[in-house]
């Protein structure tokens, strides 16, 4: 199954219907690299206004890049660096509506104005990842865009999550 076109509507409409893409997408595939990779192909081409989308997987004690869209990124991050190493250390979503307002964030694009970062949570609620999206502007997410993402990341970890 892929999504030929643009999925839109309010945002909580838009992110059910997101989530009930990305759950046909996955469904069907047994490979974890390949949900990782169409996940993030599936935010990357359906969420408007952004300009990174990706996973950083927690390995030894790490945040290791794993699938993305966009410019080349930061290869490690460790946990309780930064945006994504906040929601990685506190199991949270942490909505960052001006990363240069941030303490500690770590700048891979320079056009980056704004981030969400959502945890990856395993079903025994181990860390698994997290789920990184960056806009150029500011305050482009919002505590719908939370609750979104928070459901895509549920849907993703059921079929990428050991």
């Known amino acids: 199954m892929y999504v030929h076109e643009a999925i839109r509507g309010p945002k909580p409409d838009f992110y059910r219907r997101l989530a009930a893409a ?21 935010l990357g081409c359906q969420l408007e ?10 390995q030894d004690g790490v945040l290791t890049l794993g699938p993305y869209q966009g410019l080349p990124a930061c290869t490690r991050i460790a946990v309780g660096s930064g945006v994504c190493g906040t929601a990685a250390a506190e199991q949270r979503t942490v909505v960052v509506p ?28 181990s860390l698994f990842g997290v789920l ?9 997410f919002d505590e719908q865009d939370a609750v979104g993402l928070e459901e895509i990341a549920g849907v993703v970890a059921r079929y990428v999550c050991p």
């Open 22 to 42: 990305m759950e046909e997408l996955l469904s069907h595939e047994p490979d974890q690299l390949a949900n990782l990779c169409n996940a993030a192909g599936l």
């Open 49 to 58: 206004d952004i300009n990174w989308v990706g996973f950083y997987l927690h």
């Open 98 to 125: 001006d990363v240069h307002a941030f303490p500690g964030h770590i700048a891979c694009d320079a056009a980056s104005r704004s981030e969400i970062v959502v945890p990856v949570l395993a079903p025994d609620g």
């Open 132 to 140: 990184d999206v960056d806009s150029p502007e500011l305050a482009r």
